[in-house]
């Protein structure tokens, strides 16, 4: 199925308020943005709806869009062989989404992960901690505004 | 003096009622010979008995997303030879791949058959690596130093085109580096003979090995269904009986010119999905690659290597995501562009990272021993899993 297939079963299944317009940029890959209220619901019709049936998610990118923050999720699914991307975007003051963890469990770690670098807050996750740095770390350096400590545990950064 | 010795140290009798057994908690790593290289785990142990393992990574952290942000994306290339340093041709085509498609540039048809060359070589000489740590973890020595033999004579192929022994630099945005020098060609056949020699040697030594099918069939057995769920890619994923593979479901660089079967596990020594398995679609895929790059040789087109790409790109507004089948699985870099030179967002998904992700799942109520056999057949580089 191709992606404006898919984007038209999603718009016929949860409405416009939830699923915007399907997103041609100038180059690369389309892709769909859900709204975070109805996201753990999409999550779950994707995979659980037999023409769907996206059974392995790729990865979660969390992204600072500078303006807001975004959550990105790339599908594919064994069964059919088709590919989708879904954007989240989060306002910068309360970057929060549902967890998708219990839909497809590699999000665990992938959540993790984009809490620990980009800071976005996955509710509902098993155990939401930091990944690739240590437990004591201040911020997440992949935000644009980050500013990196001028020492750490008494080593000089700098 | 030798009698009065001998008597203090005569052990008590032990009675079965008189054992007390209780639970531990125990750091495997970070500095460990078998996590291949600074991986934690933290076990908790019944006697001999794994009830539980928890991954702790990061050790080898340096943000290279942040790194790559602030560079150009011709400079990003050298940064991706780090990831999976035991699969530096992979990486590099994969990110060029994405840069490609994301800048719609033209990669000329010899340089994509080049790549198809290295990247295969590169992935023998990854697998070479993990049957030789895998046995070695295992307490075998002697398979290492086979491996590491024919390991050597890829190395000094790759080392001739590219110039570096490990980390290459050849993939670039729009091409390759550089051409085939005079005579390689012969070389990469006499390897391909000789990588075909022994082979069945390999069988001999270590697949076939009673000891090593004991520590390994039946152990560390991954279903199907969990290799979906927790996103296992690679030799990890067709280890489990799922045939599939990114050179065959998403071809890059004209792999679906070429002819080669993709092996699965079949539970031939135990389970589906054990850790024997796993081992064997490595072995078979040596040999699938052998297939492929006797074709890539014979198949050479004559051209250009490099296209005419702008020293420093500017890609236009978009994004795109670019899967490869890496050694260990799938590897593929999600690029964000906001027209400007440098991404603003570059994200690294890697095999290692997801394949580790089902340790927990699998390591319960296995043998201390057991969860060694499992890592390793896992096969992770750290350098990857931490980025």
């Keep these: 199925m191709k992606i404006d297939e898919i984007h038209a079963r999603l718009l016929k299944q949860f409405g416009d308020c939830a699923i915007a317009p399907l997103a041609v940029p100038e180059a690369g890959d389309p892709y769909i943005t859900i709204s975070p209220e109805a996201f753990h619901a999409v999550c779950r019709w994707l995979r659980d709806e037999s023409e769907m049936a996206f059974d392995y998610l790729r990865l979660i990118s969390g992204v600072d869009w500078t303006d807001r923050f975004g959550s990105v999720y790339h599908l594919y699914s064994y069964t059919r062989g088709h590919s989708v991307t879904l954007h989240v975007d989060l306002p910068r003051e309360a970057p929060r989404v549902a967890s998708v963890a219990d839909v497809w469990p590699t999000a665990d770690w992938h959540e993790r992960e984009a809490y620990d670098l980009v800071g976005i807050v996955y509710e509902g996750h098993p155990e939401l901690a930091r990944i690739l740095l240590p437990d004591d770390w201040e911020g997440h350096p992949l935000r644009k505004d980050y500013r990196m400590p001028e020492e750490y545990h008494g080593v000089c950064n700098v | 003096m030798g009698c009065a010795m001998s008597e203090t140290v005569s052990p008590t009798p032990i009675r079965q009622d008189s054992l007390r057994t209780e639970e531990m908690l125990i750091n495997m790593g970070p500095q460990h010979p078998s996590t291949h290289g600074v991986l934690r785990l933290v076990v908790r142990t019944d006697g001999e008995m794994v009830r539980e393992a928890w991954p702790h990574l990061g050790y080898l952290h340096r943000c290279f997303e942040k790194v790559a942000e602030s560079v150009t994306y011709a400079q990003v290339v050298p940064y991706t030879d780090r990831l999976d340093?035991?699969?530096s041709m992979n990486n590099a085509q994969a990110f060029c791949l994405?840069?490609?498609?994301?800048?719609?540039?033209?990669?000329?048809e010899r340089?994509?058959?080049?790549?198809?060359?290295v990247a295969e070589l590169n992935?023998?000489?990854?697998?070479?690596?993990?049957?030789?740590s895998f046995a070695m973890d295992l307490g075998a020595v002697t398979p290492f130093l086979y491996a590491f033999r024919e390991r050597e004579l890829i190395i000094s192929i790759l080392e001739k085109i590219s110039g570096g022994r490990l980390l290459y630099h050849y993939p670039r945005i729009g091409g390759v580096a550089r051409d085939l020098t005079p005579g390689?060609?012969?070389?990469?056949?006499?390897?391909?003979?000789?990588m075909r020699r022994v082979w069945p040697e390999y069988n001999a030594l270590l697949s076939e090995n009673q000891i090593f099918v004991k520590r390994t069939a039946n152990v560390g057995t991954v279903t199907r269904e969990q290799a979906i769920a927790w996103g296992l890619t690679g030799p990890c994923l067709?280890?489990?009986g799922v045939k599939f593979d990114l050179r065959k479901a998403q071809p890059y660089s004209g792999y679906e010119k070429y002819d080669f079967e993709i092996p699965v596990g079949e539970g031939a020594k135990g389970t589906v999905g054990d850790c024997w398995d796993r081992y064997w679609v490595r072995m078979v895929e040596m040999m699938e690659s052998c297939r492929i790059i006797e074709q890539a040789l014979d198949g050479l087109p004559e051209?250009?290597?490099?296209?005419?790409?702008?020293?420093?790109?500017?890609?236009?507004?978009g994004e795109?995501?670019?899967?490869?089948e890496n050694p260990r699985g799938e590897l593929g870099f999600f690029i964000v562009s906001d027209g400007k030179t440098q991404a603003l967002r570059i994200k690294a998904r890697g095999p290692s990272f997801n394949n580790l992700s089902i340790t927990h799942t699998v390591c319960q109520d296995v043998l201390i021993a057991d969860v060694v056999a499992i890592l390793g057949s896992i096969d992770i580089v750290l350098g990857e899993v931490d980025r």
């Design chain 2, 98 to 108: 994405g840069v490609e498609k994301l800048g719609r540039i033209e990669v000329p």
């Design chain 2, 184 to 194: 390689l060609d012969q070389e990469i056949r006499d390897f391909l003979k000789q």
């Design chain 2, 238 to 240: 067709r280890g489990s």
């Design chain 2, 303 to 317: 051209g250009p290597i490099q296209s005419k790409v702008a020293k420093v790109l500017r890609l236009p507004l």
């Design chain 2, 111 to 117: 340089a994509s058959a080049l790549r198809v060359m």
């Design chain 2, 123 to 132: 992935r023998i000489a990854s697998h070479l690596v993990a049957f030789g």
């Design chain 2, 320 to 324: 795109v995501y670019v899967p490869c």
């Design chain 2, 85 to 87: 340093y035991l699969a």
